[in-house]
C-alpha cells in the first residue's frame, strides 16, 4: 500500500520548527493535482502563519488548544461560483441545500486528503480539523458569504507517535452486487 | 510528490482483463485507512462485476457506455447512521440541507480518493463517476433511502495515456493570512 495512507496519522502535538517552503509548495501543488468534477477545481487555500490569526482561528474551532502549536494552518476554502455563475447572493452554511455544495465538499476534500498524503510523505504531521461554524470563520477570514469552509489543516513537524485508530471490518463495508 | 498523485488520471478505456483479488483488497484496504470525522467511517463499498448490474448502473449514469468496458464498479455508499442514530425517517438526495450528510459526503470521498491512487499504486486505472440521480441507484441497487451514493469507481486495466488536464495556477488558489 501507499506507504503515506498506511502512515498518516492525525496528530495533535507539534515541534516548534518551521516548514521548509519547498515542502509547503509540494503539498499545494498535490492538491492542485486533484481530481474534481468537470475539472472545476474549487480549492482555495489560505495560508495563516500569524500566531494572532491561529489564535483566533483555534477558539473558533472548538478551542482546540493543541492546534497553535503547529507553526502553519492551511484554511480550505471552496468556491460554489465554480458552478454557480449567475450574480444572485448566495450564502453558504452548514444548513444550505444547493446540490453545488454537496459537489464542492467532495471536490476539497479530495484536494486536502491528497496534502495529508503528501505531508506524510514529506516527513512532515497534519490533522484535518473542522469543528467550526460557517459564520465565525468567515469573519475571522473575511471569506465571501458564498464561499465554504471545507477545512482547517494543521501542518509541522511532531515527534508524535500515534497507532491507527480502529477501524470497522472490512467484510462490515464490503457487499456485492447489491445493497441487499 | 507522491507518484500515484503525480501519475492518476481519469480513465476512460479498460482492457478485457480482470482485476486480481490481491490488488481489489489492497485498494480497499487503503479505503478503510482513511481519516474520518470521528472516526465514523460512514463509507460502504458494493463491488459490481456482473454485465447486467453495470449496464444498468452505466444507463442510470448518464449513460457513459465506455464505463461498460471496466471488469468491476466500486459504489461507494455513505450511511448517515453513523451520526444520526434516531429511528425516524430519512431521505437522502441532491437536496438534503442536513449538515450531517454534508460530512458523510466529505469522509466518503477521502475514502474514494485513497483508492484512486492505491489503484494507479497497484498499475490499475479507474475513473470517479458521478453523472446519476441518488433514486435511480437506490432502485438499481436497493439502496435503503437513508444512504447516499458518492460516487461510482470504474476500475480495471487500461493502455489508455492521457495528459493531466489543465489546472488553475497555485498563484491564484494560495492567499495569505485572510482571503482579502
Known amino acids: 500500500m501507499i506507504s503515506s495512507i498506511e502512515n498518516r496519522r492525525s496528530v495533535r502535538t507539534y515541534l516548534n520548527k518551521d516548514v521548509e517552503e519547498e515542502k509547503l509548495l509540494e503539498i499545494l501543488k498535490s492538491a ?4 474534481s468534477g468537470s475539472n472545476t477545481q474549487p480549492w482555495n487555500f489560505i ?6 490569526k491561529k489564535e483566533e482561528i483555534t477558539k473558533a474551532d472548538y478551542n482546540q488548544v493543541w492546534m497553535k502549536s503547529a507553526p ?3 484554511v480550505c476554502v471552496a468556491d460554489i ?9 448566495i450564502v453558504l452554511d452548514e444548513n444550505t441545500t444547493l446540490p453545488e455544495l ?4 467532495r471536490d476539497c476534500a479530495i484536494a486536502i486528503e491528497h496534502m495529508l ?12 480539523t473542522g469543528w467550526y461554524e460557517q459564520e465565525s470563520m468567515r ?10 469552509v471545507c477545512g482547517v489543516i494543521t501542518l509541522g513537524y511532531s515527534e508524535e507517535i500515534n ?6 471490518d472490512l467484510k462490515e463495508m464490503i457487499r456485492y452486487e447489491t445493497w441487499e
Chains 1, 2 share one sequence.
Open 32 to 35: 492542485q493535482a486533484a481530481p
Open 47 to 52: 495560508l495563516v502563519k500569524s500566531e494572532e
Open 72 to 74: 502553519i494552518f492551511i
Open 81 to 89: 461560483r465554480c458552478r454557480i455563475k449567475s450574480e444572485e447572493e
Open 102 to 105: 454537496k459537489m464542492i465538499i
Open 117 to 128: 498524503l503528501e505531508a506524510e510523505e514529506q516527513g512532515l504531521s497534519s490533522c484535518w
Open 139 to 148: 469573519e475571522i477570514l473575511h471569506i465571501p458569504s458564498d464561499k465554504y
Open 163 to 168: 497507532p491507527m485508530r480502529p477501524r470497522r
